[in-house]
Each structure stands twice: as C-alpha cells, then as structure tokens.
C-alpha cells in the first residue's frame, strides 16, 4: 500500500476534479511479484486500476490489487474499475479508504464481495486520507484544501517598507516553490500582490508540467490590467478572477475577450468576495487543492474564516525589521486563545533557507 500511495502522490495537482489514486497488482502465488503499478493520469483519466491491469494482462488472474481509494463502480466518462478488476479475475482487493463520491459509497467494496473477491478496507487510511484531503473537503464540505506559502525574512516579514519582495528566499526555495505550484491545482493571490509583483505564477520546472495549475487572482473591483502578465498569459494558462458580485461590466468583457474566466463571488461587509464564497465557487469548478501565495490581506481574510488547512513557510537567513510587510495582515486577535493554531509536520534545510511545514490544529 505504500508503494502505492507513492504512485498516487504523482497525480497530485494534475488529476482535478478527481482524486489522485495507486494501484498496484500483487501475486501471491509467485512470492508477492508485482505484476502491474498504475496512478491516475493527468485531467483524472485512464483511472489508477485500469493503467495498472493494462500492464498486468493475463498477469492479473489471482492477484491482490492494492488501490490507495475504494474502487469506483459508476459509469462515468470510464467503465468501472471494479467491473475491469473483476473480470481481470483478482483474488483479494486491500483498500485503504472508501470513496466519499455519492456515486461510490461504499458500493465499489460490495460489488467486490458480491464478486467473490475478498475485500479488507482501511490498510494505511490515515496516509490515504492525507494524501486526498482536497478531494475529500471537496466531496464532503464542497471546498478546496488551502495550503497558505508565504517567503519569510527571520523576522516573519514578506518585503520591504516599499513593497519590494523579489527574491527573499535563495534559488533552491524558489524550485521548491515552483514543485508546490504543480502539485496544486490553483495557484492563488490578491490583487494587492499581482499589481505589486505583476507574477507569472506558472511552474518553471526542468520539464515542464503535464497539465498547467489554474492561476487564480482575488480582485474585488477588477483592478487587474491588461498589460499585466496573467492576462497577457491567459490564453495559454487558464486564469480566473473573482470578483466581488455586481463588479464593472466593461471591464468584465475586456478580461473574458482576453481569455480570463471572471468569477462572482459573494461580497462581505468590506466589499471583498467573502472567503467562504470564493472556495465554494472555486470547488465548484472542481479544484481540490489551492495554493495561496499572498498578499497578507487574502492570507488573513482565508485565516480568520478557518479556511488554511496547511503553512507552507520559506524562512531567509535575512532580517528586514518592523517597518517591512507583515506576512499576515491584522487579525484583531484579543487573547491568545483566540489565535490560529498550527501544528509542526516538518523541518528541514532547502538551501540557505528552512522550509516549515504546519498543518491546522483541529
Ligand atoms: C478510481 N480510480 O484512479 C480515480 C477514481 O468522471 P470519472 O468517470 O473519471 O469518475 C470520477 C470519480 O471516480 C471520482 O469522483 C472518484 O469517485 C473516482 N476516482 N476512482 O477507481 C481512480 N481517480
Ligand atoms: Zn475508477
């Protein structure tokens, strides 16, 4: 099951709206040989089941399927995994977690049973519900996972008095920065960093990306121009905006002419798309997993409205000092039972910087 959840792991960032799965084909009968691997392909399909019995052939009768998510059983854009695996004739089907699809439900593991393939559900659950936690906000709550990245200076400051914030962190965060973005499904900021940063958002990785993450931009009153890089870019990468409902119509056509999705969310008491909106819209549209790279403002707004499921910080071994740009703007926070809790995953040196990673305390 370990090995395949590693195989899933790939799909992540490529897959939406699907979840990212593993499977991997077990004989037995001749000492435990591994006769097919397969994980979801990028945009979700051919299914992990189907790659791994393509590989498998014959190889497949009497084998144990080790899949990382309960096998579908609808008749969806696929035929169902379960009826391929039946008929490849698998003997035993270990399964670390059901799938909360309404279509699936628990049905894939009777349609096993009922085939005559014995079934045991929850090998390695916890690392399996980790791994597809965005798919699973989605189905369950009808949000994407946040992942809030920010590049800190020692002092937990993201730029200079004067907005300047380009390369904070070393060469070797920057690459690591760009992987997070492609296992993402979107990449998202506030207007108060895309007209300060005019960022690309893309991944520029050796090699590229096997589906581009949507680059998402928080701009209540449409303040994004045209000369900007996102929307010089959009025809090739998708790029939504979200809007405050009721924003200006003339500049809403401008941007769709350009090739931007432009997105309505519902406005709060200060005119911004209310957080809860905006991940609604967002999971809508099938993202399951959100990268949110600033400003301070979206970073605060999503924190207080309990919507950053994981930190992602990239600590510089430089110190700005007070005068410079908070991280995180005001949270009126009273009492320190009122802050927002993390707990600590990892630590660990990525060049001259340190990479923290928290997840939030439930
Ligand atoms: C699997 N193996 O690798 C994945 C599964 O639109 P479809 O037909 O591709 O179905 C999407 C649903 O299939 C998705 O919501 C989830 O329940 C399941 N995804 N199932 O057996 C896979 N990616
Ligand atoms: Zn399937």
């Given at each position: 099951?370990?090995?395949?959840?590693?195989?899933?792991?790939?799909?992540?960032?490529?897959?939406?709206?699907?979840?990212?799965?593993?499977?991997?084909?077990?004989?037995?009968?001749?000492?435990?040989?591994?006769?097919?691997?397969?994980?979801?392909?990028?945009?979700?399909?051919?299914?992990?089941?189907?790659?791994?019995?393509?590989?498998?052939?014959?190889?497949?009768?009497?084998?144990?399927?080790?899949?990382?998510?309960?096998?579908?059983a609808?008749?969806?854009?696929?035929?169902?995994?379960v009826?391929?695996?039946i008929?490849?004739?698998?003997?035993?089907?270990?399964?670390?977690?059901?799938?909360?699809?309404?279509?699936?439900?628990?049905r894939?593991l009777s349609r096993l049973r009922e085939a005559g393939v014995?079934v045991?559900?929850?090998?390695?659950?916890?690392?399996?519900?980790?791994?597809?936690?965005?798919?699973?906000?989605?189905?369950?709550?009808?949000?994407?996972?946040?992942?809030?990245?920010?590049?800190?200076?020692?002092?937990?400051?993201?730029?200079?008095?004067?907005?300047?914030?380009?390369?904070?962190?070393?060469?070797?965060?920057?690459?690591?920065?760009?992987?997070?973005?492609?296992?993402?499904?979107?990449?998202?900021?506030?207007?108060?960093?895309?007209?300060?940063?005019?960022?690309?958002?893309?991944?520029?990785?050796?090699?590229?990306?096997?589906?581009?993450?949507?680059?998402?931009?928080?701009?209540?009153?449409?303040?994004?121009?045209?000369?900007?890089?996102?929307?010089?870019?959009?025809?090739?990468?998708?790029?939504?905006?979200?809007?405050?409902?009721?924003?200006?119509?003339?500049?809403?056509?401008?941007?769709?002419?350009?090739?931007?999705?432009?997105?309505?969310?519902?406005?709060?008491?200060?005119?911004?798309?209310?957080?809860?909106?905006?991940?609604?819209?967002?999971?809508?549209?099938?993202?399951?997993?959100?990268?949110?790279?600033?400003?301070?403002?979206?970073?605060?707004?999503?924190?207080?409205?309990?919507?950053?499921?994981?930190?992602?910080?990239?600590?510089?071994?430089?110190?700005?000092?007070?005068?410079?740009?908070?991280?995180?703007?005001?949270?009126?926070?009273?009492?320190?039972?009122?802050?927002?809790?993390?707990?600590?995953?990892?630590?660990?040196?990525?060049?001259?910087?340190?990479?923290?990673?928290?997840?939030?305390?439930?």
């Amino acid at each position: 099951m370990r090995a395949a959840l590693a195989l899933a792991r790939r799909g992540l960032g490529l897959v939406w709206p699907n979840p990212a799965v593993g499977c991997v084909l077990v004989r037995p009968d001749l000492g435990g040989r591994v006769v097919g691997r397969g994980w979801t392909q990028p945009g979700g399909r051919p299914h992990a089941e189907t790659e791994a019995l393509a590989r498998a052939g014959e190889g497949a009768r009497g084998a144990t399927a080790h899949v990382t998510l309960e096998p579908c059983a609808h008749h969806g854009e696929t035929p169902p995994c379960v009826e391929a695996l039946i008929a490849a004739g698998i003997g035993r089907a270990v399964v670390a977690l059901e799938d909360p699809d309404p279509r699936v439900q628990g049905r894939g593991l009777s349609r096993l049973r009922e085939a005559g393939v014995s079934v045991s559900l929850g090998i390695c659950e916890g690392e399996a519900a980790d791994l597809n936690a965005g798919f699973l906000l989605r189905q369950r709550v009808g949000r994407p996972l946040f992942t809030l990245k920010s590049a800190l200076s020692l002092d937990g400051r993201i730029a200079l008095a004067g907005g300047t914030s380009k390369w904070i962190t070393g060469e070797v965060a920057r690459a690591h920065a760009h992987r997070l973005r492609d296992r993402h499904d979107g990449v998202m900021v506030g207007i108060g960093t895309a007209l300060a940063d005019d960022p690309e958002l893309t991944c520029r990785l050796p090699g590229g990306t096997r589906r581009p993450s949507v680059r998402i931009v928080v701009d209540s009153r449409l303040r994004l121009p045209s000369s900007s890089r996102l929307v010089r870019g959009a025809a090739d990468v998708p790029t939504w905006v979200i809007v405050a409902e009721g924003a200006e119509p003339k500049r809403r056509s401008e941007l769709v002419d350009r090739g931007v999705t432009v997105i309505e969310a519902e406005p709060g008491p200060d005119g911004r798309p209310l957080p809860a909106s905006l991940a609604r819209e967002l999971a809508k549209r099938g993202l399951t997993r959100v990268l949110v790279e600033g400003g301070g403002e979206l970073a605060a707004g999503l924190l207080k409205a309990g919507l950053v499921d994981r930190l992602v910080c990239f600590r510089a071994p430089r110190v700005i000092g007070g005068d410079g740009i908070a991280a995180i703007a005001g949270l009126g926070q009273g009492a320190l039972i009122d802050t927002k809790d993390f707990v600590r995953a990892d630590v660990r040196a990525v060049g001259v910087d340190l990479l923290e990673f928290y997840r939030r305390r439930d």
